[in-house]
T-cell receptor, first 113, second 112 residues
């Protein structure tokens, strides 16, 4: 079945850029997502990218998709302490009209002041 | 309401008891998902409801777990004879189209 993998931890200094990486196995995934989870909260959708795109930029966030390598990354420019959270990558698997989201284990981003 | 709500926010129970967790999705959302997030782990898919179709129960870890969605809206996840390994945060999400899932705040279940 579909599998999504992420590194578990990332630590950066405030003001630096953060890059969180993700790999997935199902080449037919049509949408790929990045979610943010702050302590004690549910997941918040940050951004998503359609599989026919290579890049998507939204303010401080840049998503890069390498479909050939099945690699997705999230770059956060000018990282702030408020960006400290767990970031989940997810891929959409579609089967006969049903939509199932496969999530990675999450990357815990720690921003050092 | 404006978003997905879940109740209770926290539930502490004794091993062997049954628990019911509730999810109120966003009005009009046809799809509803339950996930489990164990400490230090990612999201584990449990069950998926889509409209009037039969639910996808492929993620339920054992027959102690079941879920219903009444009237295409509210959903209840039931765990019978709870075990300590059931302790986790249970997250519900709803969606209208595949581009976005909206998550509730979760129910933190602790089994003593």
């Amino acid at each position: 079945g579909e599998d999504v993998e992420q590194s578990l931890f990332l630590s950066v200094r405030e003001g630096d850029s953060s890059v969180i990486n993700c790999t997935y196995t199902d080449s037919s995934s049509t949408y790929l997502y990045w979610y943010k989870q702050e302590p004690g909260a549910g997941l918040q959708l940050l951004t998503y990218i359609f599989s026919n795109m290579d890049m998507k930029q939204d303010q401080r966030l840049t998503v890069l998709l390498n479909k050939k390598d099945k690699h997705l990354s999230l770059r956060i420019a000018d990282t702030q302490t408020g960006d400290s959270a767990i970031y989940f990558c997810a891929a959409l698997a579609t089967t006969s009209g049903t939509y199932k989201y496969i999530f990675g284990t999450g990357t815990r981003l720690k921003v050092l002041a | 309401g404006a978003g997905v709500s879940q109740s209770p926010s926290n539930k502490v129970t004794e091993k062997g008891k049954d628990v019911e967790l509730r999810c109120d999705p966003i009005s009009g959302h046809t799809a509803l998902y339950w996930y489990r997030q164990s400490l230090g782990q990612g999201l584990e898919f449990l069950i998926y409801f889509q409209g009037n179709s039969a639910p996808d129960k492929s993620g339920l870890p054992s027959d102690r777990f079941s879920a219903e969605r009444t009237g295409g809206s509210v959903s209840t996840l039931t765990i019978q004879r709870t075990q300590q390994e059931d302790s986790a945060v249970y997250l519900c999400a709803s969606s209208l189209n595949p581009t976005e899932q909206f998550f509730g705040p979760g129910t933190r279940l602790t089994v003593l």
